[in-house]
């Protein structure tokens, strides 16, 4: 767990974030994340199956 993590009381504007790979929405951190903050690209399901599915295209 991130320190950021630990201390956190409420403040959601100190958390970190990046911006989603293919709709380019920002995403806040969250504790699910937190093992693997590194390593998330996508803000939702819905943009996983979309970027597949453009890769995946002829």
């Not at 009381?9 to 693997?36: D, E, I, S, Y």
């Amino acid at each position: 767990m991130t320190p950021d993590a630990r201390g956190f009381k409420g403040n959601k504007a100190a958390l970190p974030q990046k911006p989603c790979v293919q709709c380019a929405r920002p995403m806040t951190w969250r504790r699910a994340w937190a093992k693997n903050w590194a390593d998330v690209k996508f803000c939702s399901e819905r943009c996983r199956s979309d970027a597949q599915r453009t890769r995946t295209r002829p």
